[in-house]
């Protein structure tokens, strides 16, 4: 999972399209799996990921490993998986949305 972290932050710092949707935010999210739990932190001059982080988190995406490096690879997008109840995503919506719209935008062009 950290290789598809390590890339969508490479693809934010790379476009300038991408750092412009994060003016403003500071969206705070962890990935939980049934083995790893993961922290992302996004915002307009900072983003990292790390493995743990015991801070709140504005939005919480639950499933198995496989289906969350789906989601951020952006070969389904979030909403898909959880309607398929691959995921399980608490949260703002409009939070929800931008990290969503940030995984598809971030995607291969492969993954297309």
């Given amino acids: 999972m950290i290789?598809?972290?390590?890339?969508?932050?490479a693809n934010i710092q790379n476009h300038t399209q991408?750092?412009?949707?994060l003016k403003k935010t500071n969206t705070s999210i962890v990935f939980l799996s049934?083995?790893?739990q993961w922290h992302l932190?996004?915002?307009?001059?900072?983003?990292?990921?790390k493995k743990t982080d015991k801070s709140s988190h504005q939005i919480i995406i639950t499933g198995s490993k496989q289906c969350i490096e789906e989601a951020l690879t952006g070969r389904?997008?979030?909403?898909?998986?959880?309607?398929?109840?691959?995921?399980?995503?608490?949260g703002n919506f409009r939070q929800i949305l931008l990290i969503e719209a940030i995984l598809l935008l971030c995607r291969e062009k492969s993954a297309v």
């Fill in 3 to 9: 290789k598809e972290l390590q890339s969508v932050l």
């Fill in 76 to 90: 389904f997008p979030l909403r898909k998986l959880q309607k398929l109840g691959q995921l399980e995503i608490k």
């Fill in 18 to 21: 991408l750092q412009v949707l």
């Fill in 41 to 49: 932190f996004l915002s307009e001059r900072l983003s990292h990921a």
């Fill in 34 to 36: 049934e083995k790893e």
